[in-house]
């Protein structure tokens, strides 16, 4: 970018003063105590000639025309012989310039001169103090004091820049480069003053001098001697120190002529020349380099006709400061910038927001990294940036960028890992929470919906550190708290009075958040919540908080302005006031080393400068706005500023490196470097570890797709309840983690296998899984099916896990039959869409709606249901003329066969043709789901992440639990059904066979059986040979189990089970090592399965770990069998057993191992206890036993 001013100079009317040339000149810049304005003043010739003889010219840069002078605040100097130019830093502009020394003399004598002023770098602040260039390879050097960073740029180009220097250290100033070695040298005056040097491209960062040293300011290497110069002007010194020793150090005093206050600032070294800026006598200083001794004093403005002024940077401009070098950058022919690296060797890089190609690393194309630092802003339907450097680039085209645009949404809080390169938001036309990985590319990036059904979700935070996510929900009172990838959703804390924004500090393990008039502190797990700030009738929103500075800052639309305190809530001021605000409606804040940025509340974004003005502590620099949007809402600054890591030596606590426990969902920091353990909604903390007792019968059963958990809430106010972990009415819920899962969408539940399915989405395929409730680690996928499909439904309809599945893309049902997944059987009905299908498994009838004739039709799985059946199917409901059914379920405890349906607002029961209006609920509400026990009836919405219940008698409704990601399928589980009369009948196009689906109880008749019957005195009189049969059985088997009791409690090896079953009993869920963290005693008499390995009959205990599968005790044997090489996971040791065989082995009763197997020597110290090989185990013709990763199965 160019700006050509062609300026007339009348020399005469300089008399004693000309331009600026191309010749040996010092050169400093001044600030006229007049008027303000900077330029850049010079004395031509060799100093060791007018500093003897006396200045007799004076060089002054060009002067621009009035209106530009009083903007023009020239500063930092830099030159490159070679190109004949000077390159200044101008801090009215906000820019850095470039102009070329060269005069051009006019045909009729007169001196004109033609000045081409061109742009180098727009967006600088107003402290730009150090500037230095490398001549090899034509790259310019630059400090920002208040955006903290040092930049480089192609000298030759317009913004081609890269910020190389920008974290640890404050307020750089003074800067030098040293080209043939591949050296910069900075200095900085925050904290902690020191001078550093690294590579010229900004590595190998080393602390060059970092003790006795106050205020280091302008900067100076001597090529010649090797040294490096410096000015500290609190201490009134001129320092040195050799380029390869900086313990050898040189200084010189001059603080005889200074005060504490010092007002040294610029240095420049030539021969045996020290030349220094003296701001406190407005004086240009010259010391002889040997001695120190004061050669000369003049006046900066060196003529009484030129103003008087205050100097700044200096410089000598002669081509011996800069010998040639033969650079590679000539042969590399970068793209954007060349850096030196010593001697003739080069290399390339990129400017902000490219990186090199790997084809030739010398051009550049666009990063893969996300642009920063910038300022991210939601701003109706889209998601912005801008750069931060957008408050300084007044006279510049001002690049806002949106990277993400949804129309008819609108996106509302922001939050951001800049470690991970994440960016998360809400969606309120949604309600959701989305996750989305930077840079955005809507084509190909990751845009995750994360949590959703939130509410009013009005503010956002990201622990960087333990990695969790924080949101307030306005709403509903809630602040919330999940895993960043959305697991484990918890209310933290409930009963809030309209929670607006909060923020996190997770290096002290602090949590803030702001409700209308009100700032709160609270410890990040929740506890030690207290008031920070309070000011009533205010109206709180929007806050950062800036842990570098130690201060909170917050909007508060009641002035409106905004406010700011320390973190412990003192020094309480107000930063932008209502004189400057008063036709803005701030919503939100954001800072960035000095600067602050905040959104209107219309289509803007306005940006400022801290200062110390006693009228305004913000400087208004100046807004963008959006045209196409009327709401501007949140702000954050995507950088590391905000963000800053754990301090040096300090560990993570919730790294499970370094924690022996870890934890096993929620990890939470709390003060002094410490972490709390949390579980979610259904779980209870033991020992660092989640655990949950699950249900097996009267319980409502949902599942919360992005915690990736299925839930039980009891409805069974006898069962003993976990501890009421999420504040939920009673603390009934159950969580089963899903661990394999991707996206489980509907649930469903076997009562017999005692197993959880549920339909798992995911980006390649879907599928159907199970896992056992009891064993949550090892899980077995059921079936694939096609990305094609929709399925909106999913039923375990026989008790031996056979399922119903429906596809609403087709309208179609189908049947999955563990004996054979990897075929569908579709079955008759058509037009089945949403959830509108439910199944009585005991009868083994389906009903669904026809979403076309409207009709709610019955069939049978033993008779009607396949698609090629003879019998036809029922209806039992005609022309439904209400809302679309979208959904249905049998109310279980009625033996009416009830169904209860509901549609967008309304829930009915339908019986004997009829249909009865239960429930309606308004028009935003949108059921999800409902199911109905006795006279309650439990509905979902899809707006609201909460169960609700209808007392139908009393017309009560309240909440049942809430506070999850989502809620989705609610089923309801009474007792499981125990007069199952059918069988599901083989079809020729089904690949099932009758001895995979048959019933596997013997105590049940299929139909055909029943038909064999011929009359009924026979069949009575065979029920009753049988019942006498049955009767002494019956005895027989008390007598034996008395037997076998005596026997096994009277073994010493009885203790020792004990005392494994009380420990597994309190083993956490998930621990490393074990499949399960139950023990499950089963007295169930009851139909006895002589498929399984052991009997019900006898109390049966099952449990494992690494080793062991599956367990039972069996006529006072306790039987284990090895968990194959697939499915080991390291980890802890099997409690109570001192060594353990890795085949199968057995602990008997004393005295009864030898009859029953050969034994071998026991490693154990107790006699009872003998391990055996698997050869050795007893087989018979019945024995069956399956190695693999499909479990152990056996007949005795």
Not at 179 to 184: E, M, S
Not at 744 to 753: C, R
Request: aromatic letters at 10%.
């Amino acid at each position: 970018m160019q700006l050509s001013v062609h300026l007339l100079l009348i020399a005469e009317a300089l008399r004693s003063a000309s331009c600026l040339s191309h010749e040996r000149t010092l050169m400093w810049t001044i600030k006229s105590i007049a008027d303000g304005s900077v330029d850049i003043r010079g004395v031509p010739g060799d100093p060791a000639d007018w500093i003897v003889n006396g200045i007799k010219r004076v060089s002054n840069s060009y002067f621009t025309d009035p209106t530009s002078k009083q903007i023009s605040r020239r500063l930092a100097l830099a030159f490159q012989y070679s190109t004949k130019r000077v390159f200044f830093s101008d801090q009215g502009f906000k820019q850095i310039f470039r102009i070329v020394l060269e005069p051009v003399p006019s045909a009729n004598g007169t001196v004109y001169y033609s000045v081409p002023i061109e742009v180098v770098y727009g967006g600088i602040s107003t402290q730009v103090n150090g500037m230095a260039m490398d001549w090899a390879s034509g790259s310019l050097y630059w400090t920002d004091a208040l955006y903290n960073w040092i930049t480089v740029a192609n000298a030759s180009d317009y913004n081609m820049a890269k910020h190389i220097v920008f974290t640890g250290f404050s307020r750089p100033m003074g800067l030098a480069v040293y080209p043939q070695k591949g050296q910069l040298f900075w200095s900085s005056i925050g904290a902690v003053p020191k001078i550093e040097r690294s590579t010229l491209g900004g590595e190998s960062r080393v602390n060059f001098i970092d003790s006795d040293v106050d205020r280091p300011l302008g900067l100076s290497v001597d090529y010649k001697a090797g040294h490096l110069y410096w000015i500290d002007d609190l201490r009134d010194t001129v320092e040195r120190v050799p380029l390869d020793d900086p313990t050898s150090r040189w200084t010189m005093h001059i603080g005889y002529r200074h005060s504490l206050t010092g007002k040294l600032f610029g240095l420049a070294v030539f021969e045996d020349f020290i030349f220094a800026t003296d701001q406190l006598n407005m004086t240009i200083d010259i010391f002889n380099k040997s001695s120190g001794v004061m050669i000369k004093s003049f006046n900066a403005s060196v003529t009484v006709n030129l103003p008087k002024g205050i100097p700044y940077d200096i410089l000598m401009y002669d081509s011996s400061l800069q010998e040639e070098i033969d650079s590679d950058c000539n042969r590399l022919r970068c793209s954007d910038i060349c850096i030196s690296d010593g001697g003739r060797k080069a290399h390339c890089i990129c400017q902000e927001g490219s990186s090199l190609s790997l084809e030739d690393r010398s051009s550049c194309v666009e990063s893969a990294t996300f642009r920063m630092p910038q300022y991210l802003f939601s701003v109706g339907e889209a998601l912005c940036g801008v750069d931060v450097i957008a408050a300084d680039q007044e006279y510049v085209p001002i690049d806002v960028r949106c990277f993400y645009n949804v129309s008819g949404h609108r996106m509302v809080a922001l939050g951001f890992n800049v470690y991970e390169g994440v960016l998360f938001f809400s969606d309120q036309k949604d309600r959701v929470i989305h996750r989305m990985t930077l840079p955005n590319d809507v084509n190909s990036s990751a845009i995750d919906v994360i949590v959703a059904n939130t509410g009013y979700v009005s503010g956002l935070a990201v622990d960087w550190i333990a990695d969790n996510l924080y949101w307030t929900v306005e709403d509903r009172g809630l602040l919330m708290v999940s895993r960043v990838t959305g697991r484990y959703a918890k209310v933290l804390l409930r009963g809030l009075d309209r929670p607006q924004s909060v923020a996190v500090n997770p290096l002290n393990g602090t949590l803030y958040w702001a409700t209308p008039d009100t700032i709160y502190i609270a410890n990040m797990d929740g506890t030690n919540a207290k008031i920070l700030v309070n000011i009533p009738r205010s109206q709180f929103d929007g806050m950062v908080l800036d842990i570098r500075a130690d201060l909170l800052f917050w909007v508060d639309r009641s002035l409106p302005g905004i406010r700011s305190c320390r973190m412990n809530g003192s020094d309480l001021a107000i930063v932008l006031r209502s004189d400057v605000t008063q036709n803005m409606t701030l919503l939100d804040v954001t800072v960035y080393q000095n600067y602050i940025a905040w959104t209107d509340g219309l289509n803007s974004v306005y940006f400022g400068m801290t200062s110390s003005s006693s009228s305004s502590l913000v400087n208004i620099l100046r807004g963008v706005r959006h045209a196409a949007a009327n709401t501007s809402h949140d702000i954050i600054t995507y950088d590391f500023y905000l963000q800053p890591p754990l301090d040096p030596g300090k560990t993570n606590p919730c790294d499970i490196d370094n924690d022996v426990h870890g934890c096993s969902q929620l990890c939470l920091l709390t003060p002094s470097s410490g972490s709390q353990c949390s579980c979610s909604a259904g779980f209870t903390l033991v020992d660092n570890y989640c655990v949950s007792e699950p249900l097996t019968h009267d319980f409502l059963l949902f599942v919360d797709p992005y915690s990736k958990i299925a839930y039980q809430y009891d409805l069974n106010p006898m069962t003993p309840s976990s501890e009421n972990v999420d504040g939920s009415e009673n603390g009934r819920l159950r969580g089963i983690a899903l661990r394999s899962a991707n996206i489980p969408s509907l649930v469903a539940y076997d009562y017999q296998l005692r197993e959880i399915f549920w339909f798992d989405e995911d980006r390649l395929k879907n599928s159907v899984k199970q896992i056992s409730i009891f064993e949550t680690v090892h899980y077995h996928t059921v079936s694939t099916l096609s990305k094609e499909m929709t399925v909106s439904r999913l039923e375990a309809v026989d008790n031996y896990g056979d399922l119903l599945l429906t596809d609403s893309a087709t309208g179609s049902v189908f049947l999955i039959s563990l004996a054979n997944t990897n075929n569908l059987q579709k079955l008759v009905m058509q037009n089945v869409y949403e959830s509108a299908i439910a199944v009585d498994e005991c009868a083994g009838d389906i009903y669904w709606a026809d979403g076309v004739t409207n009709d709610v039709n019955r069939c049978n799985l033993s008779e009607s249901c396949f698609s090629d059946s003879a019998v036809e199917f029922t209806t039992v409901f005609s022309a439904w003329n209400k809302s679309r059914i979208l959904g249905m379920d049998i109310v279980q405890s009625d033996e009416e066969k009830t169904l209860i349906v509901w549609t967008e607002n309304e829930i009915h029961s339908l019986r004997n043709g009829a249909s009865t209006l239960l429930l309606i609920v308004d028009e935003s509400f949108s059921l999800s789901g409902a199911v109905m026990a006795d006279n309650i009836i439990y509905f979902t919405s899809a707006f609201h992440n909460a169960i609700f219940q209808h007392d139908t008698k009393t017309k009560s409704t309240g909440v049942t639990v809430d506070g999850f990601s989502e809620i989705s399928d609610l089923k309801l589980f009474l007792s499981p059904c125990r007069n199952t009369s059918y069988t599901i009948a083989p079809h020729p196009s089904a690949p099932y066979t009758e001895s995979a689906v048959q019933k596997k109880d013997e105590a049940k008749l299929g139909p055909g059986a029943i038909a064999g019957i011929v009359i009924g005195a026979i069949v009575f009189l065979l029920l009753l040979i049988l019942l006498l049969v049955l009767l002494v059985v019956l005895l027989r088997r008390r007598r034996d189990k008395q037997a076998a009791e005596t026997a096994a409690y009277s073994n010493p090896t009885y203790d020792r089970l004990s005392s494994i079953a009380s420990t597994l009993s309190h083993m956490p869920e998930g621990a490393e090592g074990f499949s399960s963290p139950y023990v499950s005693f089963n007295n169930n008499n009851e139909g006895e399965n002589k498929d399984s390995p052991f009997p019900p009959a006898y109390n049966d205990l099952y449990f494992s770990d690494e080793a062991i599968a599956a367990t039972g005790i069996f006529d006072g044997y306790l039987y284990t069998k090895e968990v194959p090489e697939c499915e080991k996971k390291s980890g802890l040791p099997f409690p109570e057993v001192s060594a353990v065989d890795p085949a199968i082995f057995l602990i008997g009763a004393a005295g009864d191992a030898e009859s029953k197997v050969p034994a071998r020597p026991s490693t154990g110290d107790d006699p009872s206890v003998t391990d055996f090989h698997p050869s050795s185990l007893p087989t018979d013709d019945d024995a069956t036993h399956a190695d693999g990763c499909n479990g152990f199965s056996a007949k005795k």
